[in-house]
């Protein structure tokens, strides 16, 4: 009974979600996507490497859109970026939306290193988060159980709910 309530517990269950609707009439399309032609190209090292590495190994765990790095002979489809800032936000997607533009994931020192750097699922929700945007999916309500909730959370891998939404946009 136990190794069934741990599998249930586990955020690589397979138990079924429902997809979850988007907060304020915003939608999920993959125009409003970094992914090119089933990718998305990322660069930019920032010291930051480590919640970039998990996050994107945990929406590869989805399997259909890849996420490599950039290379000499490829288009850069994304950038991790870093600032520093006391606005209130952890971090935020820039879209830029036209063929060959780069988007831009920026990542707030401020908040990483001052008051979420002893909470490393928290730290590592801001990029899940924010990888999860780049994928073009949206804001969830503050009930839904997601790591695209509009508050703090500590969900550092994408839920049921939100593989549904992916699953659901991407197939």
């Known amino acids: 009974m136990e190794l069934a309530t741990a599998v249930v517990n586990s955020p690589y ?10 907060v304020r009439g915003e939608s999920e399309t993959r125009g409003n996507s970094a992914v090119d032609e089933g990718e998305i190209r990322w660069t930019q090292a920032t010291k930051y490497d480590g919640l970039r590495k998990h996050s994107i190994t945990e929406w590869k765990r989805f399997r259909t859109i890849n996420i490599p790095a950039d290379t000499a002979i490829t288009i850069n489809d994304l950038e991790f970026r870093h600032y520093s800032a006391n606005d209130g936000r952890g971090s935020y997607c820039e879209r830029h939306g036209a063929t060959a533009a780069t988007d831009y994931i920026y990542l ?3 908040l990483l290193d001052g008051h979420s750097k002893d909470e490393p699922r928290m730290r590592q929700n801001i990029v899940v988060h924010e990888l999860g945007h780049a994928l073009g ?29 992916y699953k659901k946009l991407w197939g």
């Open 108 to 110: 707030n020192k401020y």
């Open 13 to 22: 269950a397979t138990v079924a979600a429902a997809a979850a609707p988007c």
């Open 137 to 165: 999916l949206c804001y969830k309500a503050d009930t839904v159980d997601s790591a695209l909730r509009k508050d703090v959370s500590t969900k550092h891998v994408p839920t049921a709910v939100d593989h549904a939404n």
